[in-house]
């Protein structure tokens, strides 16, 4: 293999190390466990590695590696079929109904509801509300339509407030009327469909 | 676009507890295995 660029840093394999903390966090908001993400760290590195001539330099690598993890994640499971089942909220029954005194969210409660929701609104969230994503980066990352991360990205929003109770003088802020919308939808069928 | 519209009360605090989650797991430590994992590959690379 030609090693020779103009750069000593040229090469797009060096930089995979870079983004180490970010695969761990985004492929924890998948698995939900610690040593299934470092599992899925690992052979998406590996993939990488092995596919690195496939990445465009000067385009987003962590986006590049993302995808690589959550399709690894996805066929995984496919191949397994575990899990699939308890996603939709099953467990939701157990968990806790009551915000804090003050109304604000515990982060256990917190990490307990978003851990029920299913995988493509937990993936849509963390990467549009929590790395900072922008949906058309999730939407190419993810590869479904921009209007599609946005649904679920507002579908999980909706469903945390919901799991964890918040108080009505605070919902009355989830006015508009997408949101509305999906929050009857929600309500009034008990769908939990991503 | 979206982004850009003010966001409600519920979720700011929501993107708020979401990047507590994140930054939770991105302070941890990487576990040797990823530099090990790396390292191994490059001499694969190196002995081709």
């Given at each position: 293999m030609n090693k020779k660029t103009d750069r000593e840093h040229a090469d797009p394999k060096d930089e995979i190390v870079v983004h180490l903390r970010a695969?761990?966090?985004?492929?924890?908001?998948?698995?939900?466990?610690?040593s299934a993400a470092d599992d899925l760290v690992q052979d998406t590195i590996v993939k990488a590695w092995k596919n690195i001539e496939k990445f465009d330099p000067g385009t987003n690598m962590r986006a590049w590696l993302f995808t690589i993890l959550r399709n690894t994640f996805y066929s995984d499971r496919r191949k397994s079929k575990r899990e699939v089942a308890d996603i939709d909220g099953k467990m939701a029954a157990t968990?806790?109904?009551?915000?804090?005194?003050?109304?604000?969210?515990?982060?256990?409660?917190?990490?307990?509801?978003?851990?029920?929701?299913?995988?493509?609104?937990?993936e849509a969230l963390m990467l549009v509300g929590a790395m900072g994503f922008s949906y058309e980066e999730a939407a190419e990352t993810c590869a479904v339509a921009v209007g599609t991360i946005k649904s679920r990205v507002n579908r999980g929003r909706v469903r945390l407030v919901a799991a964890l109770g918040m108080s009505d003088e605070e919902g009355m802020e989830l006015t508009d009327k997408s949101t509305m919308a999906v929050i009857n939808s929600t309500f009034s069928t008990k769908r939990h469909s991503a | 676009m979206?982004?850009?519209?003010?966001?409600?009360?519920?979720?700011?605090?929501?993107?708020?507890?979401?990047?507590?989650?994140?930054?939770?797991?991105?302070?941890?430590?990487?576990?040797?295995?990823?530099?090990?994992?790396?390292?191994?590959?490059?001499?694969?690379?190196?002995?081709?």
């Open positions: 695969m761990r966090a985004f492929a924890l908001s998948l698995t939900r466990n610690g968990l806790s109904q009551k915000p804090d005194h003050d109304g604000r969210m515990a982060m256990a409660d917190f990490e307990t509801a978003f851990a029920q929701l299913p995988s493509e609104q937990r | 979206d982004r850009d519209k003010p966001k409600s009360g519920l979720e700011r605090q929501i993107d708020e507890n979401l990047r507590k989650v994140y930054q939770k797991t991105v302070e941890e430590d990487v576990p040797d295995r990823f530099a090990e994992l790396l390292r191994r590959l490059k001499e694969q690379d190196d002995s081709k």
